[in-house]
Every structure is written in C-alpha cells, then in structure tokens.
C-alpha cells in the first residue's frame, strides 16, 4: 500500500508570492490535514478536511487554505508569502476516526526569500 | 487552549534507558500519541495512551496518567538508530496539537 505522497519535496518562493502544495493520502483514507513544522514552533495544526469538508482549523492567518476533492487528495495554498512561512509542511492521512494514528508524508520544505 | 511540555534535550549511552516526561493541559482529550521523527525525515507512530496504564511494544513502552496530565515515553537498550526527536501530541476532536519535541542523543 503506497504511502501519503506530498509535491513538491521542495519549493524556493520570493516574499508575495502564493504557493500551492498537494498530498495524496493512503488508499482508502478520508482524513487530511496538515501541519507547519519549523525549529522554533514545532509541529503546528493547520487545518483536517473530512470528505471535502473543513472539520478542524487551527490559529493561522487567512492567507493559509486548503481544500480536499473527492478522491481525498488535498491541497493548501499560502497567498502573499512571508519570510516566516519558511517551514517545512507536513500532510498526514488517517480513515477518519478520532482515536486512530496519523500517517505522515515526507513534507514539502518551503523557503520564502 | 492546549500546553504540551516535554524536555528540549536528552543524552544517553546505548544500551541504557531513557525515559521522556510529557505534561499537558488541554481542552479536550482523545488520546496521546508519541512519535518519532528522525532529522529530514516524516515522523512515524511509536504508541497510543487512550486509558490509564503503561503500553509496552518491545524496547519502547508508554505510560498515561490523565488525572495528572503526564504521559512518558521510556526507551529500553537503546541503540544508536533511537538517536532521533521524539513528539508528544495530544489528540481533541480532529486535531492532534504536539509538543515541541524532545532531541535523543545516543552515545557510543
């Protein structure tokens, strides 16, 4: 069974600029949702998307969105980027249910010059 | 809100033990899960706390007190691979909210 798979692996943006990152999750699997990793912050929530539906967001500015389409892939999109949205965004799968274990995908490394 | 604490760093010789604190308030609670996640690398699951009680799964057990808050993640006869973050997180609804991460270091 493939694993959650993220593109890009890796992404140079300028200051201003929007960026859009995809994940596919595990086969089979409803749940998306998505987190900023950086050294000072650790792993932060961003939002969960249940069948193309938003169930959880946490405390980012409105410049951070996501969507999900039927078949469970899903995408985030940051607009007008800062230098501190340099992180590394990770993606995780799960079937849907509260109490289950996250799969994670390698993360796309952002930079924003 | 959510307050995740574990420690920033831990050294330890292999083959010892180790043993990583994670104390947490939060405002909902469905779980605590650890993960380990090596440099560059996707963090991958190690153990779930749902009920009170200490889980084992060969070198790595994991304890739960919900009256207290506190969970540990005790790493047995490590070995030079367990050198790696380690993550507690705490799971509310949908969301999993994490700590900032305990480094291992494992000597020889």
């Known amino acids: 069974k493939a694993g959650v798979t993220q593109t890009p692996r890796y992404l140079i943006k300028t200051r201003g600029q929007q960026v859009t990152l995809s994940c596919s999750p595990i086969?089979?699997?409803?749940?998306v949702s998505w987190y900023q990793q950086t050294p000072g912050q650790g792993l932060q929530f961003l939002f969960e998307y249940f069948s193309e539906t938003q169930r959880n967001k946490g405390n980012f500015p409105g410049r951070f969105s996501g969507r999900q389409f039927s078949n469970s892939r899903s995408e985030m999109n940051v607009s007008t980027l800062e230098l501190g949205d340099s992180a590394l965004y990770l993606c995780a799968s799960t079937q849907g249910i509260t109490n289950e274990k996250l799969f994670f995908g390698s993360g796309t490394q952002l930079s924003v010059l | 809100g959510q307050n995740i604490d574990q420690p920033t760093e831990m050294t330890a010789t292999e083959g010892a033990i180790v043993q990583i604190n994670c104390t947490y308030q939060t405002s909902g609670f469905n779980g605590l899960f650890w993960y380990q996640q090596h440099a560059g690398e996707a963090p991958t699951f190690l153990s779930y706390n749902v009920l009170d009680g200490l889980e084992e799964k060969g070198r790595f057990s994991s304890f739960l007190s919900r009256s207290k808050g506190y969970s540990y993640l005790l790493l047995k006869e490590l070995q030079m691979k367990d050198s790696a973050s380690y993550l507690c997180?705490?799971?509310?609804?949908?969301?999993?909210?994490f700590g900032a991460g305990t480094t291992v270091t494992v000597r020889a």
């Open positions: 997180a705490v799971r509310n609804d949908y969301k999993l909210s």
């Open positions: 086969s089979g699997h409803r749940s």
